[in-house]
């Protein structure tokens, strides 16, 4: 009886080597695919992030113009002496006010600690937007040393003249125009609170 040889049906050296190529070929370009994917992801999240800041400190601007129209019609941007001492539950300050948590040193701390559950505040003022969900806090200070009349020779007084010995401002922000004697410049601050915890500053000099 003549023998034959029966195959055992297993691959040999090198067609097993190219079944391994073909296999590491295709985890590589499935990783690069993902990785390509990822990067995809966080470029589109940066985009969204970037879009979403501009919109947001757009807002912040339009919402700070609510401080200001509210600001200038106190009756504590008057002259004096309404302007001559602190009225905290108004959100005035005779002198600026310290200015240590923020790196520009610009910000008075009462603002920056200021909270959404703070609001009303016996040291700010607090304005509610029910339809954008932003509340407005700010605080006025005079850009003078210390509280009692305003001093032409230390208070901060823009677009003054000196006519006949005294300071006189031509223009102001609200109320009867500046005619004679010391008057000071104001800042406003304002920080507007927005939805999910963003937040944004914004000052200006009113006078």
């Known amino acids: 009886m003549s023998m034959k040889s029966v195959g055992m049906g297993y691959r040999s050296g090198p067609s097993r080597q190219k079944g391994m190529i073909s296999v590491l070929i295709a985890i590589i370009v499935l990783v690069v695919s993902l ?9 589109i999240d940066t985009s969204n992030t970037i879009a979403g800041s501009l919109s947001f ?14 600001a200038k019609d106190s009756a504590t941007l008057y002259p004096e002496p309404s302007s001559d001492s602190n009225q905290p539950t108004l959100g005035y300050y005779a002198t600026p006010q310290a200015a240590t948590i923020r790196p ?3 910000i008075p701390d009462i603002l ?10 016996a040291v700010a003022v607090c304005l509610s937007d029910l339809s954008t969900g932003n509340t407005v806090i700010y605080v006025i200070e005079r850009l003078c040393p210390a509280v009692g009349p305003a001093n032409p ?11 006949g010995g005294s300071v006189s401002n031509q223009t102001k922000d609200n109320g009867p ?23 944004g500053y914004v000052q200006t000099v009113m006078r």
Do not use: W
């Not at 990785?35 to 470029?43: D, R, T, V, Y």
């Open 35 to 43: 990785l390509a994917a990822m990067a995809l992801m966080h470029s």
């Open 104 to 106: 520009d040193k610009d």
């Open 177 to 199: 125009p500046f005619s004679s004697g010391a008057y000071a410049a104001f800042r406003l601050s304002a920080k507007v609170i927005g939805p999910r915890g963003a937040i």
């Open 112 to 121: 920056v600690n200021a909270t959404v559950a703070s609001c009303p505040s």
């Open 153 to 163: 020779g230390t208070c901060i007084v823009p677009g003054a003249s000196i006519q």
């Open 57 to 70: 400190r757009q807002g912040v601007v339009q919402e700070a113009e609510r401080a200001y129209s509210a």
